[in-house]
């Protein structure tokens, strides 16, 4: 089966992130205010309840089905037996589920006394075991069931309004709420079994039993997670009235809000900073991450401020007079965004990047145990306010082990936080860190260093002597010329050799023989062999300038932190205009500078014609990506991209001008070939750009952009005869190129044979 190539798919799951949250932000609000504080926290206590169970029936399987589906998605036979397994699974825990809720109504009076409002919360839990979103997503066909979602879901916040009129109407909340999922989940099934003729079976035997058992460590994971988030109110519901239940519900509600908004996103955007860190050394980690502490301590602090003035208004506004009790809860509780933004950043940032992985499981789980047994001390003594205690309590316990355990793990974290000093350094040097500009860490040029040209070419050896002529007549001439040779043909490759033999003797010629063909693999063949110094790479049909090195060796020395592109320009055209000089705006996007007669610095690209850098310790990992298809159409990107992560930036100059006269298997080839594989390769390559370089964001926000890019290539280089089909496949191919990254297997290895001329 072949995985899902709609180019709405990428922007379905964003679809169902918001209708996940959007309705719940419409309906509580009403609800609070008609069914009062009471019935609010009866609401919330059975939610959280049956929340367990739901993570029972669906254990894990969101997650490991998914990734199983996706591995499998070309075998039908494969797919179906997965599917019939896991729903199987699911009916199973049910059965369980249901036995242990009904034996928890005879024990817990909470759920005795409100019998129809605890099982209609309970009735959600049968739609979670039909649900498959695990298997559309699996499959990348998610698009498929996002109307049906957006249409129940909005019948449910439309039902809400009309059915629930006073305090006694509160267990239609959920009753409502359950039949909704159950609705979503036999549709979303039936369009499974029905679409996809999936031959539905029960299956109830020993394999279905071994993949409960394989799950049952992201089952327990996930349990504990929860517990650790959700215990209080559970406590509460049992030892406090559910009128106390609601009022803390809310502010609790509001703190979750606050620091998933503010506290989380902080700590997940520093973390590739710190990773980067890390990877380079323990020392340059430690002190990143040391760094974004202060700022992360700085930002918590501000947002904190924020929400407590705008809280009365998000509590009382919102919700009405009789939440105000929630208010002082809530100021209470918003300390608690600053802890776990502190213990986040000592988790994810510095255990988690070195292999710590165990710690963090077990420092959690005992954060769950450290919070149940706080809230049965506490509540007891100071009711709701003694439970957000034991939150704050729970949340330092669960920070000072983290800090205990990155110390033990020789990872000392510097306190310092609150210094003046310490917070204005963190900032200077974190701004100098991402926008890069240190230039002493830039190694200058020597007039001792070698400068070195490097020609990738493929079958095309008549274009050979007009550079050489070029190379020959150079003012200062380099010392290697690296020939990377992908030639199939081998009368190709012997004129080449033969052409290269006529170059000035006092440039040191290296040709490489390889049989990929490959243009990515050529680029940093050549990269790899040539030495520290001057490094350019132009094409093979280009002439150089007399003054070419002499330019780049005048501006290098001045520059040492910067990449040159010089003009590019083809034959009739004017001195006024160039090829495509790259920036991108803030979504990732290509455009051309309208004045590219003047010489711009800052681009985000290079022209991959002919560009230059020094060569040193500081830039001699970077890699061309092989897994770009076809031309290899955005190599240039990928690789410009690692240099300005470094710090370096890429200057266009017009004062220096390399002549290009483009071949039939050169970029020109569309102007008399189809342009269709040309562009189905470059989307496919720009899509996988995005993935490796973590742009999701972005992604998500050109994807209807690629799509009207694609119909506008249909209107103008089909005349209108394929606009809609072009949009479709392009924007198809961008999706595919996302989900390509990671590869699943590495890329053979090139051989070559290099040999001096």
Not at 348 to 361: H, M, P, Y
Not at 364 to 371: E, I, K, N, P, Y
Not at 575 to 584: D, E, G, I, L, M
Not at 701 to 709: D, I, K, N, Q
Request: hydrophobic share 45%; net charge positive; proline share 5%.
């Amino acid at each position: 089966m072949k995985s899902g190539t709609l180019f709405t798919n990428a922007l379905s799951n964003s679809v169902l992130q918001f209708l996940q949250y959007i309705f719940p932000i419409v309906a509580l609000p009403y609800l609070g205010n008609v069914v009062g504080p009471k019935f609010f926290g009866i609401v919330n206590f059975l939610g959280i309840i049956v929340g367990y169970f739901s993570l029972m029936v669906t254990y894990g399987f969101d997650i490991s089905a998914t990734r199983e589906i996706a591995r499998h998605s070309g075998d039908r036979a494969k797919i179906n037996e997965l599917f019939n397994r896991v729903i199987s699974a699911r009916l199973a825990l049910f059965l369980g589920a249901t036995l242990i809720f009904s034996a928890l109504h005879y024990f817990v009076p909470e759920i005795n006394h409100h019998t129809r409002a605890a099982y209609s919360s309970f009735l959600l839990v049968f739609g979670w075991v039909l649900m498959p979103n695990w298997y559309f997503q699996g499959l990348q066909k998610m698009d498929r069931i996002v109307p049906i979602h957006f249409i129940v879901k909005l019948s449910f916040v439309a039902l809400l309004f009309i059915v629930i009129k006073n305090p006694e109407h509160y267990y239609r909340y959920p009753l409502i709420l359950s039949l909704s999922t159950v609705a979503v989940g036999l549709l979303t099934f039936l369009v499974a079994v029905i679409r996809d003729r999936i031959p539905f079976r029960i299956k109830w035997d020993r394999p279905t039993w071994d993949l409960l058992w394989k799950e049952r460590f992201l089952f327990i994971t996930s349990i504990i997670n929860n517990t650790y988030q959700t215990s209080t109110i559970i406590i509460l519901g049992l030892y406090l009235t559910f009128e106390e239940v609601g009022l803390f519900s809310l502010g609790w509600r509001l703190m979750n809000i606050s620091q998933a908004l503010i506290g989380i996103p902080l700590v997940f955007a520093m973390l590739p900073h710190a990773t980067v860190g890390f990877q380079k050394s323990k020392a340059e980690g430690l002190q990143r991450v040391n760094r974004n502490l202060s700022v992360s301590v700085l930002a918590l602090g501000l947002s904190g401020v924020f929400m407590y003035v705008v809280s009365p208004w998000l509590v009382t506004g919102l919700f009405g007079s009789a939440y105000s009790a929630s208010l002082g809860l809530f100021h209470t509780l918003l300390i608690v965004p600053f802890l776990t933004g502190i213990s986040a950043t000592l988790s994810n940032q510095i255990l988690l990047n070195n292999g710590k992985d165990q710690s963090v499981l077990w420092i959690t789980a005992l954060g769950a145990v450290v919070s149940i047994t706080l809230n049965l001390v506490l509540l007891p003594i100071w009711g709701m306010t003694g439970s957000a205690i034991a939150i704050i309590l729970t949340e330092l316990a669960t920070l000072i082990l983290f800090w205990y355990t990155c110390r033990r793990a020789g990872f000392p974290i510097n306190l310092n936080w609150f210094s003046p000093a310490e917070v204005s350094s963190a900032v200077r040097l974190l701004w100098a860190d991402f926008t890069n500009r240190k230039r002493e860490d830039f190694p200058v040029y020597q007039s001792s260093d070698a400068i070195t040209l490097v020609v990738p070419t493929f079958n095309r050896p008549n274009v050979w002597p007009p550079l050489i002529e070029s190379l020959n007549q150079l003012d200062l001439r380099p010392t290697n010329l690296i020939i990377i040779d992908q030639s199939t043909d081998q009368n190709a490759r012997d004129q080449v050799q033969e052409y290269v033999k006529q170059v000035n003797p006092s440039i040191h010629v290296q040709y490489v023989g390889m049989d990929v063909q490959n243009r990515c693999v050529a680029k940093q063949t050549g990269f790899s062999l040539a030495p520290n110094g001057i490094v350019t790479v132009t094409d093979d049909d280009v002439t150089l300038p007399r003054d070419f090195f002499t330019f780049f060796v005048q501006f290098l020395s001045e520059f040492p932190d910067r990449v040159l592109t010089p003009r590019i320009l083809e034959p009739g055209q004017l001195a006024t205009t160039t090829r495509n000089v790259q920036r991108f705006t803030w979504f990732g996007h290509f455009y051309n500078n309208s004045h590219t007669w003047s010489s711009t610095d800052g681009l985000n690209c290079y022209s991959g014609g002919a560009f230059g850098f020094i060569k040193s310790d500081r830039n001699a990992h970077f890699q061309y990506e092989p897994a770009y298809i076809g031309m290899g159409i955005h190599e240039e990107t990928d690789f410009a991209r690692q240099f300005l992560r470094a710090g370096y930036s890429i200057s266009f100059r017009s004062d220096i001008t390399v002549m290009h006269y483009p071949q039939r298997n050169g970029n020109a080839f569309f102007k008399d070939r189809d342009p269709f594989p040309w562009y189905a390769d470059s989307f496919f390559n720009f899509g996988m750009y995005h993935r490796k370089f973590g742009m999701t964001a972005i992604f998500l926000l050109r994807v209807p952009y690629m799509a009207f890019f694609g119909m506008y290539v249909g209107l103008f280089k089909y005349s209108g005869r394929r606009s809609l089909s072009t949009a479709w496949h392009l924007g198809t191919q961008f999706i595919r190129g996302y989900r390509a990254w990671p590869l699943p297997t590495p890329l053979p290895h090139a051989d070559f044979t290099t040999k001096p001329l």
